[in-house]
């Protein structure tokens, strides 16, 4: 079967979702972020990222069947699937995703296949494999491989503990508010914030903590002893995803405490190289950005070969994470992030892509429909800005 058309669009998939999200505001400000050092952008994210919606990739088959896959950065992303990687993808077959993915690899070298362009190399191969699902008629996870555990364990992130818990969530991970630029009273004010939410959960659930590449090496140091007594399962998304040394300065700093990154590392080789040097204990690729599902593949053998964990950023908020998760050993837990859902809220009005299945009582079991399960119709298609 060979391909007959790819091509994205910039969508929005927010008009299909409640517009009630979870809290990602603490004290009138939202997590801290790399640009916190410049006081007119310290309170806002949205201060000063791009205003790139997402993107939607649909590959359709000869047969008419099609399937469909998303990233971020829309704007950048669509001209490098539509100009670059569409006139060659054209007439090859649908069903060589190792070939394919490979292809848009080597294209992107001129220009990087890190960054921006593994964003659109991850939403072409989710609509790849998506399609391969729906041609085969089975779901993605018994194309890795078939369920290799029962359900996926969840965990939460943001700032809403007891709701988390009324949902069923055993494990809880809070945004971090404050950095370099907050000083000790940042400290103070961090080690206050962790203590809360220790003390609203108990000392049963586990406890985490995102940074977003809002730290330095000292801080990081600083930050982990000061939270030390209160036993966070891991530190994630520190330092600057390129700062390579600073990480590995950190590891050496803090033999004693988890960490995780890699929700801004992008393609298999970066993973390669952190696992040789032992960088980190959790990889959290997202395989909306990482380069999708052969790229996470590879990530998942790499990490389970340097016995290491993976838990890929946000992969219970689409079904593309749930399937891989439910077929790698290598992979134990499964985020739910997004702003989950405030207090009220069920799960189910948070959920973007219809067909994805929802976590009840902290775990979650992927559709078993063909492809990703995901139940798009043109009608939604045309919802959501993609017209045929």
Request: proline share 7%; net charge negative; with cysteine.
């Amino acid at each position: 079967m060979k391909i007959k058309d790819v091509r994205a669009v910039e969508i929005d998939l927010s008009a299909g979702q409640s517009s009630r999200s979870g809290s990602y505001r603490r004290e009138g400000r939202e997590p801290a972020s790399p640009m916190a050092r410049y006081p007119a952008y310290k309170s806002r994210r949205s201060s000063w990222s791009p205003s790139w919606k997402q993107a939607a990739c649909v590959v359709t088959a000869e047969d008419g069947a099609f399937g469909l896959g998303i990233t971020s950065f829309a704007t950048p992303v669509i001209t490098i699937i539509n100009d670059h990687f569409a006139p060659y993808l054209m007439n090859e077959n649908c069903m060589a995703t190792e070939k394919l993915f490979d292809m848009m690899s080597r294209m992107a070298t001129p220009y990087g296949s890190y960054g921006l362009a593994s964003y659109a190399i991850s939403a072409v191969d989710l609509a790849l494999w998506d399609l391969k699902g729906k041609i085969l008629d089975r779901p993605v996870y018994e194309l890795l491989g078939g369920p290799q555990k029962e359900r996926i364990f969840c965990y939460a992130t943001g700032f809403d503990s007891e709701w988390y818990r009324e949902l069923g969530f055993q494990a809880i991970k809070l945004p971090l508010l404050y950095g370099p630029a907050d000083g000790l009273e940042g400290l103070k004010k961090a080690e206050e914030l962790v203590a809360k939410a220790r003390d609203l959960i108990g000392d049963d659930v586990d406890l985490m903590l995102d940074c977003w590449m809002a730290l330095d090496v000292e801080y990081t140091i600083r930050l982990a002893e000061t939270v030390r007594p209160y036993g966070l399962k891991w530190i994630e998304d520190y330092l600057l995803p390129e700062d390579i040394e600073g990480f590995t300065q950190v590891r050496q700093r803090l033999p004693w405490q988890t960490l995780a990154a890699g929700e801004h590392w992008y393609m298999p080789q970066t993973f390669s190289r952190a696992a040789n040097h032992r960088l980190v204990d959790i990889f959290q690729p997202d395989p909306l950005w990482a380069g999708g599902i052969s790229a996470c593949l590879r990530i998942c053998h790499i990490a389970e070969a340097a016995g290491l964990d993976v838990i890929p950023h946000g992969g219970m908020n689409y079904p593309y994470g749930q399937h891989l998760a439910f077929a790698m050993p290598a992979i134990s837990w499964g985020e739910r992030s997004a702003g989950v859902s405030p207090p009220g809220v069920p799960l189910k009005e948070t959920v973007a892509l219809p067909g994805t299945a929802v976590i009840k009582d902290g775990y979650l079991v992927p559709s078993d429909a063909p492809g990703f399960g995901i139940e798009v119709t043109a009608a939604w298609l045309d919802s959501i800005g993609y017209t045929q």
